[in-house]
């Protein structure tokens, strides 16, 4: 009974155990023209590289190297189109290839496409809790004139400086914050307290001065 037992998981497990062999193989030859690739990109020989990235997608469409050395060179060729292509692709088939909203954050901006820019790369520090990212979206917010979201970049930044005790990153942020507090006072909700809040507050000190 218990040798039939066994005859029969073997039996059952034996067509999973072939698939795995075909798999592992198609990935290692996928993993190699990715590095081959690598080499042409680098002698200059785009078409080439181009050729031995795709093909190596075919293998292997899970393959995160692949897909960000496709759109990186796609993105290096001008061809901004097509690498945000190949990014929302990758992001599709290996959605925590993180890098790849990266990659992609950078060419919709370069398209001109900010908010979906935007979104992709503070989804993308939100991820990575990466403060460098949280720097490159205040930075287009700045650039893009919109001081309020900077102003909110920076005080999740102050909030990450605390959490990772970085007295420099902290520093920073409280400079930043005071600078934009400034430009943004009259529609700042946080600093700039509403009409029924400021109505309340002077209440309170007409209370304290008796009138």
Do not use: C
């Amino acid at each position: 009974m218990a040798f039939a037992l066994r005859t029969l998981m073997t039996l059952l497990l034996l067509p999973a155990a072939l698939l795995v062999a075909p798999v592992a193989k198609a990935q290692t030859v996928a993993e190699e023209l990715i590095r081959e690739a690598r080499v042409h990109e680098t002698a200059g020989e785009e078409q080439t590289a181009l050729r031995l990235y795709t093909e190596a997608l075919s293998l292997d469409p899970t393959s995160g190297e692949g897909y960000l050395g496709l759109a990186s060179l796609r993105l290096r060729l001008g061809d901004l189109r097509e690498a945000e292509r190949v990014y929302s692709v990758s992001l599709e088939r290996v959605p925590a290839l993180y890098a790849a909203l990266l990659g992609r954050a950078r060419t919709r901006r370069a398209i001109g496409k900010g908010l979906e820019a935007a979104q992709d790369l503070e989804t993308y520090a939100v991820k990575e809790n990466d403060p460098r990212a949280l720097r490159e979206l205040a930075r287009w917010y700045g650039e893009d004139g919109h001081p309020l979201a900077q102003l909110g970049v920076w005080r999740r930044l102050l909030t990450l400086a605390a959490a990772r005790s970085d007295p420099d990153l902290a520093a920073e942020a409280r400079t930043m914050i005071r600078a934009l507090q400034i430009v943004v006072h009259p529609i700042d909700p946080v600093s700039a307290p509403s009409g029924r809040e400021r109505m309340r507050t002077t209440i309170a000190r007409i209370a304290q001065r008796g009138g």
